[in-house]
């Protein structure tokens, strides 16, 4: 978790100095906010390796450690919520940078007031929490480490269906496997198409999940072609590619980007195929519902699609089958993949 909290310092570093240089100092005095959390955090980092030491014993400690996680999942939902805002407008392509979607938030009225406010609540629950570390008397174990350059907190890669067995953890995601297989392989579902949401916030996990669902023993008898396709690393026409080779399908001669060329060439790889794809981190629906739904539609009945996402809305709008599957938040589970990632 301290490498979690020193890549989010980073980050916060990162985004005064560039809202300093674009003159947003006087905005909703977020900067001046900012400031202190950058500095609040990297404290906070200090104390992480004593804390997670005696947690195991000190149930004070337990719960000290348990409010920081929930100040960064809600760290990690405002900066999620601001690249999804960025996107959603089309100011920026999906492989932004760290600071730009936050830095658009701000600048934008209609979202700046909301985050500001969270930028602020958050800031405020970081005092309280710093505050009470004094109680433990943590030892600061920040001299004693070496410094180490942070990654970006936002670090977009591309996916795959290969499984690493070490990022794996816990039984949730053992429960939470059997009940996606179960509603994916069910017999007495007789829908055509049926789209299934994983809902959660960023590193909790559901990627992880994804890959159990697909490597499963049940889905790889159930379904005779099976598509993992990472979107957000993926133009339109990298995609219909994709979907078509994984089908072992043939791609037209000289149309390699022409998605009117891609289109039917897919719907032909995948005729009277029963197939299961995953859309893995889905920022918007239009992949599904402008150019994949149709040629997907030629597939033999009970086509099966797992989307991973964020945000509800996508799952709305991607017409999924609700309730959406929620990966939770806060438990050792999650937060361990999460650390894991980092």
């Keep these: 978790m301290a490498m979690v909290l020193d890549a989010f310092a980073s980050y916060l570093g990162d985004l005064l100095k560039q809202a300093a240089e674009e003159e947003l100092g006087m905005m909703l005095g977020v900067s001046g906010d900012i400031d ?8 906070l980092k200090n104390l992480l390796a004593d804390a997670e030491r005696r947690r195991i014993t000190d149930d004070g400690v337990q719960q000290w450690v348990t409010e920081l996680k929930r100040a960064m999942y809600e760290a990690t939902d405002i900066l999620d919520l601001c690249r999804f805002k960025a996107m959603e407008r089309g100011s920026s392509p999906p492989d932004m940078g760290c600071c730009n979607p936050l830095l ?33 008397s943590f030892l600061n174990l920040g001299y004693y480490e070496d410094r180490m350059m942070a990654r970006p907190i936002a670090s977009y890669r591309k996916t795959n269906a290969v499984l690493e067995q070490s990022g794996v953890v816990g039984d949730q995601i053992e429960e ?5 297989v179960e509603k994916l392989a069910n017999k007495n579902d007789t829908a055509d198409v049926m789209v299934v949401a994983v809902v959660g916030v960023g590193g909790i996990g559901k990627i992880t999940l994804a890959k159990k669902v697909f490597n499963d023993e049940a889905i790889q008898r159930w379904f005779n072609t099976k598509i993992w396709l990472s979107v ?17 399908g043939k791609l037209p001669d000289g149309g390699a980007q022409d998605k009117s060329l891609l289109v039917p060439a897919l719907a032909v790889a995948i005729r009277d195929k029963k197939f299961f794809l995953v859309l893995d981190d889905m920022w918007g629906d239009n992949e599904w519902n402008n150019f994949l739904k149709d ?13 991973t996402t964020r945000h509800g809305t996508v799952a709305r709008g991607l017409k999924a089958l609700h309730p959406y599957h929620h990966v939770d938040k806060l438990t050792e589970d999650a937060w361990s993949l999460l650390t894991k990632q980092v």
């Design 36 to 43: 202190k959390m950058g500095v609040k955090l990297g404290d």
């Design 176 to 180: 939470d496997t059997r009940a996606l």
């Design 232 to 248: 957000t690393e993926f133009s339109e026409a990298e995609l219909l590619k994709t979907a078509i080779i994984t089908a072992k």
């Design 295 to 307: 040629p997907f539609s030629y597939g033999a009945p009970g086509i099966r699609v797992l989307v």
């Design 104 to 136: 658009f938030c701000l600048r934008n009225p209609r979202f700046s007031l909301e985050i500001g406010g969270r930028i602020k609540k958050l800031n405020l629950t970081l005092d309280s929490i710093k505050e009470r570390s004094a109680d433990f």
